[in-house]
C-alpha cells in the first residue's frame, strides 16, 4: 500500500494491491449546527448490517441514494460490487498541528474551525485510511493515532456524537444514512484521553508549541497593555477637564 499527495491540485490517492481507488480532497468551510451533543453507543450497528445487505440490496440503495442527492456527490457501483462515494468530513481540531515544510522542515498552526473536506472514497475504505488521507491532504506529520473520526447525528433536535472505530466504513455508513448531511456527519477530532500525552509528541512538536504559547502571551500582554493605557487616557483627560491635575 502506498500513499501519494499532490497538493497543487487537491488530490490524494490510495493505492492497493488488488484494487485502485482514491481519495479527491477539497475544502470549504460551514456553520456549525447547533445542539448540545450527546454520545452513543451504536458503533457495532454498521458491521451487523453490512453481513445482511446482499448486492442486490447495495444495488437499491446506491439508485436510491443517488435519486435523493441534490448535487453532482453521486455513488458509483462497480461490477465487483464495490462502490465509490464522497463523505464529507467537518474538522474540529482544538490543537495546532504540525505539517511538513518544503524545505524538510516542520511547523505548527492552527486549521480553521469548521473546515470541511470532501473525500472521495470506496466502500473498502476504513476509518482509519479516511483519517490518513486527511494527515495526507494538509501534509501533517503528526502521529494518526492522535486523532479519531466521529459520527454526527440528529434525532428528536438532540445532536448525538459517537466515535468510530478504526475498522468501520464510512461510505456504508453515508449509504445506509442517505446524502442528507443533517441526519449523518462525519467530524475529525482529536482522540479524547483526558489529559494531554505529552510524550507522544517529539522534539520538534514540543519546540513549535512553545513559540506559538510565546507568541500568544506577548499578544495578550500588549492586548492588556493598550487596554490600561487608553483607561489611563480618559482618566488623565476626565481630570483635566474637572480642572484637577492631568
Keep these: 500500500m502506498t500513499w501519494t499527495s499532490t497538493m497543487s491540485s487537491g488530490y490524494s490517492s490510495l493505492e492497493e494491491d488488488s484494487e485502485e481507488y482514491f481519495f479527491t480532497a477539497?475544502?470549504?468551510?460551514?456553520?456549525?449546527?447547533?445542539?448540545?451533543?450527546?454520545?452513543?453507543?451504536?458503533?457495532?450497528?454498521?458491521?451487523?448490517?453490512?453481513?445482511?445487505?446482499?448486492?442486490?440490496?447495495?444495488?437499491?440503495?446506491?439508485e436510491l441514494y443517488?435519486?435523493?442527492?441534490k448535487d453532482h456527490l453521486k455513488m458509483t457501483l462497480n461490477p465487483s460490487g464495490v462502490y465509490t462515494g464522497f463523505i464529507k468530513v467537518q474538522l474540529e481540531l482544538r490543537r495546532p498541528i504540525t505539517v511538513r515544510g518544503g524545505q524538510g522542515g516542520?511547523?505548527?498552526?492552527?486549521?480553521?474551525?469548521?473546515?470541511?473536506?470532501?473525500l472521495h472514497i470506496s466502500s473498502n475504505n476504513t476509518v482509519r485510511q479516511v483519517i490518513q488521507a486527511l494527515l495526507t491532504k494538509f501534509t501533517v506529520a503528526d502521529n494518526p493515532a492522535k486523532y479519531a473520526?466521529?459520527?454526527?447525528?440528529?434525532?428528536?433536535?438532540?445532536?448525538?456524537?459517537?466515535?468510530?472505530s478504526e475498522g468501520e466504513h464510512p461510505l456504508f455508513l453515508r449509504l445506509l444514512a442517505g446524502p442528507n448531511t443533517d441526519t449523518l456527519g462525519f467530524v475529525l477530532r482529536e482522540q479524547q484521553t483526558g489529559e494531554v500525552m505529552w510524550d507522544a509528541f517529539s522534539v520538534p512538536e514540543l519546540s513549535n508549541f512553545l513559540r506559538m504559547l510565546e507568541k500568544e502571551e506577548t499578544e495578550r500582554v500588549c492586548s492588556v497593555t493598550r487596554r490600561y493605557d487608553n483607561y489611563r487616557l480618559k482618566l488623565q483627560e476626565?481630570?483635566?477637564?474637572a480642572g484637577g491635575p492631568g
Excluded: W
Excluded at 443517488?66 to 442527492?69: E, G, I, V
Excluded at 516542520?106 to 470532501?118: C, D, K, R, S, V
Excluded at 473520526?149 to 468510530?164: A, G, I, N, P, S
Design 106 to 118: 516542520e511547523e505548527a498552526f492552527y486549521l480553521p474551525q469548521g473546515a470541511i473536506n470532501t
Design 149 to 164: 473520526l466521529y459520527k454526527r447525528c440528529r434525532r428528536d433536535e438532540q445532536v448525538y456524537m459517537c466515535k468510530l
Design 238 to 241: 476626565a481630570m483635566r477637564a
Design 26 to 62: 477539497r475544502t470549504s468551510f460551514f456553520k456549525k449546527p447547533s445542539g448540545k451533543p450527546t454520545q452513543c453507543k451504536d458503533v457495532e450497528q454498521e458491521r451487523e448490517l453490512r453481513t445482511h445487505l446482499s448486492r442486490e440490496e447495495i444495488r437499491q440503495k446506491v
Design 66 to 69: 443517488n435519486s435523493s442527492s
